[in-house]
């Protein structure tokens, strides 16, 4: 709804039809400001924050939304990704997910990116130190590699 009803056309679709803002603001962020698109949304629909202070405003808005008659209203955050960085409340709830965005409603991240970013990491990390150490072992043991002068002269 912010893209419809924001009047300084800051949230936009990008071109693949998916609603997006410029960077973030980051030039904004870094000097302790908010976003443009949350300082200037007229409908109130954009919050900044910490994520704990943006969790439990979400919940005070679904308690008010349940008040008024949304009885399915919900916040969207997925425990199987540990959370997202946008918090949303969804009014209609877990069957109106789709319709926000695209939301998968139990996204979950894949075991081997779980492997690839966990134990793989270490275990390469440790396979390059190995190597390294190895190189550096039969350096100091055996040396470089050197011609033998004395079996040249005799051939």
Same mark, same amino acid.
């Given at each position: 709804?912010?893209?419809?009803?924001?009047p300084?056309?800051?949230?936009?679709? *990008?071109?693949?039809?998916?609603?997006?803002?410029?960077?973030f603001?980051? *030039?904004?962020?870094?000097?302790?400001?908010?976003?443009?698109?949350?300082?200037?949304?007229?409908?109130?629909?954009?919050?900044?924050?910490?994520?704990? *202070?943006?969790? &439990?405003? #979400?919940?005070?808005?679904?308690a008010?939304?349940?008040?008024r008659?949304y009885?399915?209203?919900?916040?969207?955050?997925?425990? #199987?990704?540990?959370?997202?960085n946008?918090?949303?409340?969804?009014?209609?709830?877990?069957?109106?997910?789709n319709?926000?965005?695209?939301?998968?409603?139990?996204?979950?991240?894949?075991?081997?990116?779980?492997?690839?970013?966990?134990?793989?990491?270490?275990?390469?990390?440790?396979?390059?130190? #190995?190597?390294?150490?190895?190189?550096?072992?039969?350096?100091?043991?055996? #040396?470089?590699?050197?011609? &033998?002068?004395?079996?040249?002269?005799?051939?």
């Amino acid at each position: 709804m912010c893209l419809v009803g924001c009047p300084f056309n800051i949230p936009r679709f *990008d071109a693949n039809s998916k609603p997006s803002k410029c960077n973030f603001c980051i *030039d904004r962020v870094a000097a302790g400001l908010t976003p443009a698109c949350a300082k200037s949304c007229s409908t109130n629909a954009l919050h900044f924050g910490l994520r704990q *202070d943006m969790l &439990d405003r #979400g919940k005070k808005i679904v308690a008010r939304l349940k008040e008024r008659g949304y009885p399915g209203a919900t916040l969207y955050n997925p425990t #199987g990704v540990g959370g997202t960085n946008y918090v949303y409340v969804l009014p209609h709830g877990g069957n109106a997910i789709n319709m926000y965005a695209g939301l998968p409603a139990d996204p979950s991240v894949s075991l081997l990116v779980t492997l690839w970013k966990g134990p793989m990491k270490y275990l390469s990390a440790a396979a390059i130190l #190995g190597t390294f150490a190895a190189v550096l072992f039969h350096w100091v043991t055996i #040396g470089p590699k050197t011609e &033998d002068h004395e079996e040249k002269e005799g051939k």
